[in-house]
């Protein structure tokens, strides 16, 4: 039982066999390669997608920020800061003045509540930021609508301050009311 070399079944072992090693070099060469550059293409464009998404809302959070500040520019906009700890009474206090006179406040009382606090608190990047915090709490008098003007101009202030809370009483024979009112000021240690 000789088999020769001229056998058919020879010929088409080594056709299949040739046949596999091509596929496989193939399938190591070309096909391989282009699957694992496919799927960096997949998760690139994943990651882009993403970006592209937080993208559109950051330029429509300053298209609504353009509408409600119209005629603010966005690029020069100042935010409000926090003055020195050792300044920041003294500084609010100066700067409470003018907008009192303008709103026909009278302040009857100021004095401070409890003592100085730190506060810690993340920035916009993330990192820890701390702040020393003054509580003041005032007796003033007003009509209303001047009461609640003056109070949204304290807000506005560049100084980084934060009306607390407010207490109403109504003062029958007078047409203004009095008003506890409680402000927390920031500043840095």
Do not use: C
């Not at 070309?30 to 464009?45: I, M, Q």
């Not at 950051?58 to 409600?68: L, N, P, R, V």
């Not at 409000?80 to 409470?96: E, Q």
Request: aromatic share 6%.
């Amino acid at each position: 039982m000789a088999v020769s070399l001229r056998h058919p079944l020879l010929g088409h072992a080594a056709i299949f066999a040739s046949l596999v090693l091509s596929v496989g070099v193939v399938r190591t060469v070309y096909v391989e390669p282009r699957v694992r550059e496919a799927k960096a293409l997949r998760s690139g464009e994943q990651r882009l997608q993403t970006e592209l998404v937080d993208l559109q809302s950051g330029i429509q959070e300053m298209e609504g920020w353009a509408k409600a500040h119209p005629g603010q520019d966005l690029w020069t906009f100042h935010v409000r800061k926090a003055l020195p700890s050792g300044d920041m009474v003294a500084g609010f206090l100066r700067s409470i003045v003018p907008l009192a006179n303008r709103h026909k406040v009278k302040t009857e009382l100021i004095q401070p509540a409890g003592s100085l606090t730190d506060e810690t608190v993340s920035d916009a990047a993330g990192n820890p930021m701390t702040y020393r915090r003054a509580e003041l709490r005032f007796r003033i008098h007003a009509k209303y609508q001047d009461l609640g003007e003056y109070l949204g101009d304290i807000e506005a202030l560049d100084q980084l301050v934060v009306v607390r809370s407010i207490a109403m009483q109504s003062g029958m024979p007078q047409p203004e009311l009095a008003a506890d009112v409680t402000i927390w000021l920031y500043g840095t240690p």
